[in-house]
Nanobody, 130 residues
Framework: QVQLVESGGGLVQAGDSLRLSCVAS????????MGWFRQTPESKEREFVAAIRWRSGTEYYAEYGGSVRGRFAISRDNTKNTVYLQMNNLEPEDTAVYSC???????????????????WGQGTQVTVSS
């Protein structure tokens, strides 16, 4: 069982930056592929934000959702069992609960769908005021 704990959310103004963190349990974090999703009260499904998937050895590959590409960046520190989401130039439309997710091993897809993940965190609220 992998436990995920997010942090770093908060209230910011449009144009500001914020960095989210997600700490994972387990001794083989380097072999986890990690993703960030977000959800608003109005949406039925989580929206894919970013993923960093394990390809082989220490090689990882990042994917981004269309609405955040160029503004957000996903990264990881395997020594800290942590994945980060750096969010720049935030917009009110980015307001949501952000959740990190994990799947163990090498995925065969781009892991941009919720069902492709095995474990989820509780989420952290990000609110962007205009």
């Amino acid at each position: 069982q992998v436990q995920l704990v997010e942090s770093g959310g908060g209230l910011v103004q449009a144009g500001d930056s914020l960095r989210l963190s997600c700490v994972a349990s387990g001794r083989t974090f380097s072999s986890y592929s990690m993703g960030w999703f977000r959800q608003t009260p109005e949406s039925k499904e989580r929206e894919f934000v970013a993923a960093i998937r394990w390809r082989s050895g220490t090689e990882y590959y990042a994917e981004y959702g269309g609405s955040v590409r160029g503004r957000f960046a996903i990264s990881r520190d395997n020594t800290k069992n942590t994945v980060y989401l750096q969010m720049n130039n935030l917009e009110p439309e980015d307001t949501a609960v952000y959740s990190c997710a994990a799947v163990v091993g090498k995925p065969t897809s781009k892991i941009i769908r919720e069902y492709e993940y095995e474990y989820w965190g509780q989420g952290t609220q990000v609110t962007v005021s205009s």
